[in-house]
Structures are given as C-alpha cells and as structure tokens.
C-alpha cells in the first residue's frame, strides 16, 4: 500500500496535466465561430464545472455600521455576531425585534440594522432552502432561522399595529440590500404552521417596498426563485398561484419562468397537483392568450405548457381558435399536442370551422389527418357540420368572402378553402372502404354549391362536384310512368277542352278511355293535339 500510493498520485497528477494540455494545445475550432478562433489555445468555456457546494466563510466586518447604531442596540448586535448557536442567535434575534418594537425607537437606524443583518446572515441566502426529504418537521426546523424571527412576529401582529409597519419598513430595508429575502418570505409563508393562512401578508410585504406593487415584486422574487433553487420554485408554485390568483392566472411570464428550468420529473408533479385539485394554472378568459404567446417558447417550453394545461379541464373550444395562428413548419409542438387532443373530441361546427380554416399546403396534413379520423368516429355529424359551413359559405358574394379574408390578420373560412380540404380528402380517402362521401348532406351541399359557383371552381373542382352529379342522376328522378303520366295530364286536360279533329271524330269510345289512361296514346294525342291548337288560333 506504501508503494501504490505515491505511484497513484503520480497517475492522478499526470492524467490531470494530460487533459490540461490537451485543452492548452487543442486545434480544433468550429468553422462558424469567431470566437472559438480567437480563443486558441485557451481552455473551452464549455468544460464542465462542478456546482461548489462549500463556501468558505470571510471574516465579517460590521464596524462601520456598528458606529451608527444606538449602544443597547449595538451590543445586541455584537452578541449576534459572536454567537455560533442558531438557539441563542434566535434568542438575541428576538431582542432585538423587541427594541425596534419600542416607543421610543429611532428608525432612522433600521437601514443601518438592516445592513448589519445582511452581513451577519449571508449565509442564509446560500445553498437550498427546501429540506431534502420534506415532513413537518423538517420543514418547521428549516423556518428556524434567526433571520425569520422577523417573519414569525410581523405574522403574530396585527396590521394595525404600529409596530407591524416598523418591521415591514425594516424588511424593506433588507430587500433592498438582499432581494433573496422576498421568497425566503414567501417560503415561511408557505412552509410555517405559524403562518398559515397568512399568505396575505406577502401583499402587505410587497407594498412597503420601494417598488411599491404585487405583481412586480411576486415575478422578481419567483425570477430569483428560479436562478437559486428550481426545487423551491416548484415547492412555492401551487400556493402562488391559489393566493394570488389575478396576478399569476394572466403572467405567462411566471409560467414561462416555470416551464423554463423544469424537469420531467417535476412536470409529472405539478401535472398531479393540477388533478387533484392543489393548483390551477390556467382560467378560461386567459388561457388562449397564454398559449398564443407561448408559441415562441422552446420546444420542451412548450411541451410542458400543453402538458399543463391538459390536465385542466378546460374545454378545448375554449382554445380552437389558436389554430388560426399556427403555421405547419413554425409551431410543430402545438400542432403535434391539438391533434392528439381534438382526436378525443366530439366535433362541433365551431371546432370543424376552425379547423377548416387552416390554409391548405401539401406539407401540412393537420387538416386530411383529423378530418379523417372524424369521419371513422363521427361520419354523420362531420357531414351535417360541413353542409352547414358550405351553405353558409356559398350564400355570400364572391367579393365580400375576397374583403372578408383580406381585411383581417387571421385566416377567414371561404368556399373555396373549404373545397379544397374536401378534394384533399377525397384523395386521401381514395382506395379505402369508408363511404364519407356517399352520404346525403354531404352530397346534397355539393349540389347546392355546384348549381351556383363560376366555371373556374367547377373545372377546378371537377371530380368533387361529380359525386353529387351521380347522386342528382341516381336519387332526383322519379320512376318512369309516374313521370310521363303527371307530365300527360295537362295536356290530357287541354285537349279535353279543345274541339275534337275531323279525322278523330269515328274514334270509338273504348279507345278515347284507353288514351285517357295509358301513356303512350296520350303522347300521340298531344302531337296531335298541338296543331289542332295552332289551326284554331
């Protein structure tokens, strides 16, 4: 063993020289990078660097603010500075909040206080906050710092309290010299059985402030939440957005703070607290704005936000009308999610217009792809859905459906989209045993469509508008002798009125009742007839 160790330091210290060399020395560089060429020679920024997880601790020096401080105060501060057990801190800690308390306080000297406090304590503003394995009881020890002492008697006061001012205003103090402290608050507030119910405080917290306002202060201190400890980010989430709802239900600058540094692991348990109630994320009046501005996200962002809202129960016709600012080659992620979401839907006609709405691309299947899964579930109501649109469509102006879908920023269902979705279909459903297009409504608004759009669209559409060509042949017309017969009997009645033909008149009165009655004499007896009509006028 004596003669292995030196021999596997010496190892140790040549392989360390080894890759330090090969990173002094290293000639390779990417083509595209300026920077990678200026830097030759140099160790890669992109090495990786283990998180240091001890701090060494310098030397405090609080002098030049103790020479501020009243004498009682001073001392206290002293015994804190020396006092190494958290116990006795918290006791000294609680002092001197009875002092500042005090009738006779000058606050003046809560800046320089709160200065003291800052230096004394960094090192609660180091490491995580959240106990590793979380129980009420480590949470209660984990609120058992000196510095929360703060937190627990402003929670014990009453707003009205002069003294409950004081304490904010030298809370203030220290947010200005370490804003870290804004979601250490939100943490006791959240974590403390001394403060529940107590959430309300933050707010009152947020407004003695220098920045004076809620939603300002909850998005800085969730931001440097998010850079510290996304543990505790996740930890705060469900109560930040249940205690204040109308700042956090609209922001999708907090949820993008969230989606941003999550993991799988901790999307599942956010996804968990959504449905069980714990957490709501998204309300209706707010959520399609949301998502839209979410589509500038990162992929995985994005994943995440489509993951949390599904396990919501929003109707999706709440978010329909995203479709219409979804570009196939842009946003893949939304697509990918609204499809595999509206598979599982019934379709609307609102939902069918949206979706009818997409300009038609040959890359872009989003439209052919859900369509024809609607026609293997849901054939009758898709037909009765888009008879309804194509109507609706058909019977405005050509020009006013042109201005209409010009005007505006997002794409207007016209005929001619609709039509086109339709002979993709067609296509698609080509060689394959589903009879969509066999149905009654369908064709009978093909029809209608037909009868009436220009030559362009019928030549265009040729081969959609013959389906309701071989109905029109196959269903309008009536059995033969029906037809002849009812188209006979006016005539029939005319000549009835008429006078006779001489070359008529030795007819029989048998045969005269067989022409009333069978087609084919009554056709000869209306050639007949048709002159005798033009010989009297």
């Known amino acids: 063993v004596k003669i292995e160790e030196p021999v596997s330091l010496e190892m140790d210290n040549h392989m360390a020289e080894k890759e330090d060399s090969c990173y002094d020395n290293a000639e390779a560089a990417f083509s595209d990078d300026e ?29 030049p603010f103790l ?32 002092q500042v308390l005090e009738e006779d306080f000058d606050s003046e000297q809560l800046s320089v206080l709160a200065s003291c406090l800052q230096e004394l304590f960094k090192a609660h503003f180091r490491g995580e ?78 407004q003695a ?14 931001k440097a939440c998010q850079e510290d400890d996304v ?28 989606v941003a540094v ?39 962002e994005q994943y995440c936000t489509w993951q ?39 379709p609307s006609e609102e939902m069918v217009k949206m979706v009818l709405s997409r300009p038609c691309h040959p890359g872009d299947q989003f439209t052919t792809s859900i369509l024809r899964h609607w026609c293997s579930k849901h054939d ?33 269902l016209t005929l001619e989209q609709i039509l086109e979705h339709l002979d993709n279909l067609r296509l698609n459903l080509t060689n394959t045993k589903q009879n969509f297009f066999s149905q009654t409504p369908i064709l009978q608004a093909l029809q209608h469509v037909q009868a009436s759009c220009d030559e362009a669209h019928k030549m265009k559409f040729s081969d959609l508008f013959s389906l309701a060509e071989e109905y029109e042949d196959s269903s309008s017309k009536p059995p033969k002798n029906r037809r002849k017969a009812t188209l006979a009997s006016p005539r029939s009645r005319k000549n009835a009125a008429q006078p006779p033909n001489p070359e008529e008149e030795s007819a029989s009165s048998s045969a005269s009742e067989e022409e009333d009655t069978k087609p084919k004499p009554a056709k000869r007896k209306r050639k007949g007839s048709s002159a005798v009509g033009s010989d009297s006028d």
Not at 35 to 58: A, N, T
Not at 213 to 219: G, Q, S, V
Not at 272 to 290: A, E, P, Q, T
Request: hydrophobic share 40%; net charge negative; glycine share 2%.
């Open 209 to 222: 402030t220098q920045l004076g306002d809620l939603h300002t202060c909850l998005m800085m201190d969730m």
């Open 35 to 63: 920077e990678d060429l200026s830097s030759k020679g140099k160790k890669r920024e992109f090495r990786f660097h283990p998180i240091k997880e001890s701090f060494v601790e310098e030397p405090v020096d609080i002098t």
């Open 129 to 206: 906050v959240l106990p590793e394995e979380i129980t009420e009881e480590s949470l209660e020890e984990s609120v058992g710092k000196p510095l929360y002492l703060i937190f627990r008697n402003l929670c014990q006061m009453q707003e009205d309290n002069s003294g409950f001012s004081l304490l904010l205003d030298l809370l203030s103090e220290l947010y200005q010299k370490q804003p870290k402290i804004g979601y250490h608050l939100l943490y006791y507030l959240r974590a403390s059985k001394a403060a529940a119910g107590k959430m309300n405080l933050y707010e009152s917290f947020a």
């Open 231 to 258: 543990r505790l980010l996740c930890y705060l989430t469900p109560s930040i957005y249940t205690e204040f709802p109308d700042e956090t239900l609209r922001s999708s600058e907090l949820l993008n703070m969230i």
């Open 308 to 346: 949390l809202f599904l396990a919501h129960s929003i109707p999706l016709e709440t978010i329909i009308p995203i479709l219409q600012h979804l570009k196939y080659k842009d946003h893949p992620e939304a697509l990918s999610c609204l499809l595999l979401h509206l598979r599982r839907e019934k």
């Open 262 to 300: 999550i993991d799988s692991f901790q999307l599942q348990e956010l996804m968990c607290h959504v449905m069980m109630g714990n957490l709501v994320m998204f309300r209706k009046d707010s959520v399609l704005n949301i998502l839209i501005q979410s589509l500038d996200w990162e992929t995985f």
């Open 67 to 98: 020479d501020q401080l009243d004498e009682s105060l001073k001392d206290k501060v002293l015994q804190l500075q020396k006092g190494s057990d958290t116990e006795a801190q918290c006791e000294v800690m609680q002092e001197i909040v009875d």
């Open 380 to 412: 009758d109501l898709l037909a009765e859905h888009i008879k309804s649109l194509l109507i609706k469509n058909n019977s405005l102006p050509r020009k006013r459906q042109s201005l209409r879908s010009s005007s505006s920023k997002l794409a207007q």
